[in-house]
């Protein structure tokens, strides 16, 4: 039976000016990008697909409540993957 696990990824600001300009934190021109996939769970051999997608669930709603906090750079994708 194969391996599945929970993954995540996240957005993170590069400072994306030429002369990499950056004053009292703020930078010229900058802009969201993705992070790689990263491992955030894995799940035993023989977890029922029910029982992922509840975790998939519980991480996404967490994730709408972080958003609503802090604002969309807080915006994190999940996945199931084999």
């Not at 958003?67 to 993957?81: D, H, L, N, P």
Request: hydrophobic share 30%; net charge positive.
């Amino acid at each position: 039976m194969p391996e599945y696990r929970l993954e995540i990824r996240n957005q993170q600001l590069v400072n994306t000016d030429p002369q990499r300009r950056c004053y009292n934190g703020a930078h010229c021109k900058s802009e969201l990008i993705w992070t790689p996939w990263k491992v955030l769970q894995y799940f035993k051999e023989g977890t029922s697909q029910g029982k992922m997608d509840k975790a998939l669930t519980f991480w996404r709603e967490l994730n709408d409540h972080a958003i609503s906090q802090r604002g969309e750079s807080a915006r994190s994708e999940f996945r199931i993957v084999c």
